[in-house]
């Protein structure tokens, strides 16, 4: 797989799961609740929502990194 490919990849999946998004769009909710003194208890699906997309990308560049010739 070359490089174009991975790129190619990282970008489809980036744009099909808001892998860009999700972290700034929490960051700027989050700063908004901060700022107003908002109890910030958001829980695991806020958790699972930005950690997804990252295990996937960790994944899958493990697997082509592992089965690179």
Not at 14 to 20: H, Q
């Amino acid at each position: 797989m070359d490089i174009w490919s991975i790129v190619l990849m990282l970008a489809l999946l980036s744009g099909i799961m808001g892998w860009c998004m999700t972290p700034i769009i929490n960051g700027v909710l989050w700063f908004c609740d901060w700022r107003d003194g908002a109890h910030i208890d958001w829980g695991l699906e806020t958790a699972f929502a930005i950690a997804v997309p990252f295990a996937w990308m960790f994944a899958l560049i493990e697997i082509i990194i592992l089965y690179h010739h």
